[in-house]
């Protein structure tokens, strides 16, 4: 299986993430720290391929951009219904949730 590599963008969010989820134990740090990267990553956001920021006339779309081999955390971008607004989320059971364009930002 060949594996397309990560914008460089979005693979340093993914090192230092690691890096985080290997060494830190204290789930409120690494909460804090992963929300820290994730706005770095979603700054600026030209690295995101266009392909993943296409939505569906009718109903929201989710596409996989990162999953971490041990299961620990994912990054997926999700469009709204009918909206051209991406919105790539890592999700580590549940708890973070950041929104790169359009409206709210929310931490779950």
């Not at 985080?20 to 995101?48: C, F, P, Q, Y």
């Amino acid at each position: 299986m060949q594996h397309n590599p990560l914008p460089a963008q979005l693979q340093q969010f993914v090192d230092s993430v690691t890096a985080l989820l290997d060494s830190e134990h204290n789930g409120n740090v690494v909460h804090l720290k992963t929300g820290d990267a994730m706005r770095a990553l979603i700054a600026e956001d030209s690295w995101l391929d266009p392909a993943y920021a296409e939505p569906h006339p009718q109903y929201y779309q989710q596409y996989l951009l990162y999953a971490d081999p041990q299961d620990r955390f994912s990054v997926v971008s999700f469009v709204c219904a009918g909206a051209a607004d991406a919105h790539p989320r890592p999700h580590r059971v549940g708890r973070d949730r950041h929104a790169a364009r359009g409206g709210s930002r929310a931490k779950l």
